[in-house]
């Protein structure tokens, strides 16, 4: 993809995710390939974060005799991601206003 993903994008789409059903590591950072070339090593510096602020939970679950961390919206997390959306959507609608000549 052209378009970098820039901190705000990606913290939104990393809680788009997680707020559609509770994700791992390695899933998240597959679907953000769908839209970036992000390193997956970038992706949990994000998570953690994340975690810190309150905006996700993390746990552990058993899977195929390991544990998976997995990352759970919280109430703060939905509302960043509400705010995050908000924002996304004035940007991308300014920048449709200007590609079409309107003011």
């Known amino acids: 993809m052209l378009y970098p ?32 070339n992000l390193k997956d090593s970038a992706l949990y510096p994000v998570l953690k974060r994340l975690s810190e602020n309150g905006y996700v939970e993390v746990y552990d679950q058993q899977f195929q005799g ?3 961390k997995y990352y759970r919206i919280t109430q703060a997390g939905l509302l960043q991601y509400g705010m995050l959306r ?10 449709e206003m200007i590609m079409n000549g309107e003011k």
């Open 5 to 36: 993903l820039s901190p705000p994008l990606l913290e939104m789409l990393i809680l788009a995710i997680i707020e559609k059903e509770d994700s791992y590591g390695y899933l998240i950072s597959q679907r953000l390939k769908e839209v970036s």
């Open 66 to 68: 390991r544990n998976r």
């Open 86 to 95: 908000e924002e996304w959507q004035r940007y991308t609608g300014t920048v």
